[in-house]
Structures are given as C-alpha cells and as structure tokens.
C-alpha cells in the first residue's frame, strides 16, 4: 500500500513533442505529490508539486495532472527539448506523518534532436 | 550548485569495511533524510533528523546508523559492508519537516569490491 507505481520505464520523444509519464498510489492518505529530475551525477531536483485538492498545476511546460478517483497523477512535459533529457521521478507524501517521500521506480526520458 | 553538500562523492570499499557519508544542509535547514538510490531498487528512504533529533526510519539496515550533529551537518555510518549495499546515498534538507519540497545533495556513489 506503501508503493507509488511508475511508468513507462523510459520514454523516447521527438522534440517538440509531449512527454507523459504517470503514477499510481494505493494509501489515499498520501497527500502531496512531488515530481523530481534526476541529470546524471546529479541529485534529484524538485520540479513541480501538487496536493490532491486541485485537478491540475502548470508551471511553464510542466504540468501536473491529479485524478484523485483514480489515484493516479501524471506528468506532461509540452514542446519537449533535448534539455529535457532526464529521469523523472514521481512521489507521494504523507504531510500530517514524518514527511518522508515514497518514489516511483523511474523514467528515463530521451528527447531526440 | 543545491546548497546540500555530501562528501566524499565516490567511495570505494572493501566488503566487510565501516564507512563514513557526510552530509551538510542547506544553510538554515533543521531537517536531514537520508536515500539510497540502487538501480533495481530506485530511492528508498532510510532516515530523517530534525534537529538533531531522529525523526523517522525506513528500510535502513540495523547495519547502517546516522545522527545529526548540533552544527546540523549528518553524517550515515555503514558497516561490514556487502556487495548489495553499493548504491548512491543521497542526503535532502529542508527547513522544517513540513516544508514539503526538499533539496537533494549531489550523492555519494559508494561501490563495495
């Protein structure tokens, strides 16, 4: 119940493109929901954030979709750039416990030339 | 540069040999979480201080201690290391432990030999 489930595993895109990568969750109390981008030798850097109680958060091409029925939340990346080449991490919280984050298993995404 | 800093970055060790990862928040930050991040596993939570204090455990081995020092900086203690525990180890801070989106530090690769 503690698993947040990612995919795909990786992604190929034409820039320019759309990237979509989604995650599902089981423990509805999870309740804040982090992407990161991980650059090689690089830490995971935090990218954009929503809480269940909005459907949707823009933040420049990035964007966040909530399906709170569905415990599902994806991540679509508009008008794809090569930059964007990177592995993207989803999470979950629980905010109200320790605050400790539970990530998805990855997605290594390629934007081609 | 995230203002997390971890040393040493790469680490390679023995089995069976005790290492010590140094961890140093960002300026004003309370709170230290320790992460592994192996290829099969993806990151997985081992510990968080706040304070000084310990606030949460993951699935860190009984192998594996870590503490916070009242200058804030964190330091993770692996022992009679395996083959299994090579992995980067990541260490995030955040100002409180409700400040939801932590900062990552660049990581420590060791590799046990």
């Known amino acids: 119940q503690q698993q947040v489930k990612q995919s795909p595993q990786s992604l190929i895109v034409q820039k320019g493109g759309i990237s979509i990568i989604n995650c599902a969750y089981e423990?509805?109390?999870?309740?804040?929901f982090p992407w990161y981008q991980q650059f090689p030798g690089k830490g995971p850097a935090l990218l954009i954030a929503?809480?269940?109680?909005?459907s949707e958060k823009k933040e420049g091409r990035f964007t966040i979709s909530f399906n709170k029925s569905a415990k599902q939340f994806s991540l679509h990346i508009m008008d794809s750039q090569p930059g964007d080449s990177a592995t993207y991490f989803c999470?979950?919280?629980?905010?109200?416990?320790?605050?400790?984050?539970?990530f998805g298993t990855g997605t290594r995404l390629k934007v081609l030339a | 540069d995230s203002g997390v800093t971890q040393t040493p970055k790469h680490l390679i060790t023995a089995t069976g040999q005790r290492v010590t990862l140094r961890c140093s928040p960002r300026?004003?930050?309370?709170?230290v979480y320790w992460y592994q991040q192996s290829l099969d596993q993806g990151l997985q939570f081992l510990i968080q201080?706040?304070?000084?204090?310990?606030?949460a455990k993951g699935n860190i081995l009984e192998r594996f201690s870590a503490q916070q020092f009242p200058d804030l900086h964190s330091e993770l203690n692996l022992s009679s290391l395996e083959l299994g525990d090579s992995a980067l180890y990541f260490c995030?801070?955040?100002?409180?432990?409700?400040?939801?989106?932590?900062?990552f530090g660049s990581g420590t690769r060791l590799t046990v030999v």
């Open positions: 999470a979950a919280s629980i905010t109200s416990g320790t605050y400790k984050y539970i």
């Open positions: 929503i809480r269940p109680d909005v």
């Open positions: 995030a801070s955040s100002a409180h432990p409700k400040d939801y989106g932590y900062t």
């Open positions: 423990n509805t109390a999870f309740d804040y």
């Open positions: 300026s004003g930050d309370l709170s």
């Open positions: 201080y706040y304070n000084g204090e310990e606030r």
